[in-house]
C-alpha cells in the first residue's frame, strides 16, 4: 500500500463529485426505557431528544461534504414539508449544488424513522408510497446531468431500491457517464442486479452479493463463487464487498485484496456503506489508486461504525488515523 495518503486528503477539496440516487430524511429518535405498555408487550420509550439528517443518497452527499468534496446531487423529493426539509438539510451542508433536486407533485419525500433508547434501534418506520417516477422526470435530470457534466470527476449512483434508478434510466446514465470517461461507483440494491452494467466499481455488501448472486454464502469458497457470478453478470471494472466485522475484499482483473476491519468496537453501521463509497471516489478522483482509495475507504468506515446513527467522517478524522498508522 503507498504511504502518500496524506497528500491524498489535502487534494479532497479540489474533487467534485454527482450523487445521483433516492435521497431522503433520516429521522432518529432518542429516549429511555423503563418499563413494558401495559397494552402490549413492548417497551415504552420515553423521548429525550430528535434529530433529522439527510438520509439514502443525502447521506452520501454529506460525507462527501465532510470529507471537503464539492457536490453536486441529482435526485427527487415530493411537494410536501418534508421535502422543504430535505432540501433544507442539504443546503445546511455547505459546497452542494442542489439545483438537480427535482420537486415532484405526486411524490411523498421518503422519510425513515429509527427509535433508540440505551444506543440500541428499538424500532425503524418508513414513509414512502411513490408511484412510477415518468420518462418526463428522467428526461429532466438527463438534461441537468449533462450540463454539469463537464465540472465533475466522478459518479455515484446510490441506489436504495426506492424507484429512481430504474433500468432505462441506468442504461442511459452510465452510456452517457463511459462516454465521457467518468469514473461510476454503484452502491447497488438487490432487486436491481438485473440490469446493472458496466460501471467503474460495485461496492455490495455481503448480503446484496449474496442475494445478487443467487449464492448463499457462508465461507470463503462461496464468497468466491458468489463474486464470480456477479463479475460475470455485471461486469464491474473492480468489485468492493464490504463484509462487516470481516472486513472488505476487493477484485478486479485477475488480482484480490483483502482488508481487515480496522475498527475495534462497532456501535453502529447505519450509513458505513456510504461512508465506503464516498471515501473509496473522493480519494480515487484525488490521486489514489484503487487498492489504495479501498484502504482509505476501509479506514473512514472504521471511524463511521463507532459511532451512533449516520455518521459523515471528516477528511481530519481520516487523516488523523491514517497518520497514526
Not at 206 to 226: F, M, R, V, W
Not at 286 to 291: D, H, M, N, R, V
Amino acid at each position: 500500500m503507498s504511504k502518500n495518503f496524506i497528500d491524498i486528503i489535502k487534494k479532497f477539496n479540489r474533487v467534485k463529485i454527482l450523487v445521483v440516487g433516492d435521497i431522503m430524511v433520516d429521522h432518529f429518535v432518542y429516549g429511555t426505557v423503563s418499563r413494558i405498555s401495559p397494552e402490549a408487550p413492548v417497551p415504552v420509550v420515553s423521548v429525550k431528544s430528535e434529530k433529522l439528517m439527510p438520509g439514502g443518497a443525502a447521506n452520501v452527499v454529506s460525507n462527501l461534504a465532510k470529507l471537503g468534496a464539492g457536490v453536486y446531487v441529482a435526485g427527487v423529493v415530493g411537494d410536501d414539508y418534508n421535502g422543504d426539509i430535505l432540501k433544507s438539510l442539504i443546503a445546511d451542508k455547505g459546497q452542494i449544488d442542489a439545483s438537480n433536486i427535482l420537486t415532484l407533485k405526486n411524490f411523498q419525500t421518503i422519510i425513515k424513522t429509527r427509535v433508540i433508547a440505551h444506543n440500541q434501534q428499538i424500532v425503524r418506520f418508513d414513509r414512502e408510497d411513490n408511484g412510477k417516477i415518468t420518462d418526463k422526470v428522467y428526461d429532466a435530470l438527463m438534461r441537468g446531468i449533462k450540463k454539469i457534466e463537464g465540472d465533475i470527476d466522478a459518479v455515484i449512483i446510490s441506489d436504495y431500491g426506492k424507484g429512481l434508478i430504474g433500468r432505462k434510466f441506468f442504461s442511459s446514465l452510465v452510456s452517457f457517464l463511459r462516454e465521457k470517461n467518468k469514473f461510476i461507483a454503484l452502491d447497488p440494491k438487490v432487486e436491481n442486479f438485473k440490469f446493472y452494467r458496466n460501471v467503474s466499481i460495485l461496492t455490495p455488501n455481503i448480503n446484496e452479493t449474496s442475494g445478487g448472486s443467487g449464492i448463499k454464502i457462508y465461507d470463503e469458497k462461496t464468497l468466491e463463487k458468489a463474486r464470480k457470478v456477479i463479475m460475470k453478470k455485471v461486469k464491474p471494472e473492480y468489485l468492493l464487498i464490504t463484509r462487516g466485522e470481516d472486513g472488505m475484499s476487493l477484485y478486479g482483473g485477475d488480482k484480490s485484496i483483502h482488508l481487515q476491519a480496522r475498527s475495534k468496537g462497532v456501535y453502529d453501521v447505519t450509513g458505513a456503506g456510504d461512508t465506503v463509497i464516498s471515501t473509496l471516489t473522493v480519494a480515487k478522483s484525488a490521486g489514489a489508486s484503487i487498492p489504495d482509495a479501498c484502504y482509505m475507504a476501509n479506514a473512514a468506515a472504521s471511524i463511521a461504525v463507532s459511532q451512533l446513527g449516520t455518521y459523515a467522517v471528516g477528511a481530519g478524522e481520516l487523516s488523523a488515523l491514517l497518520s497514526a498508522g
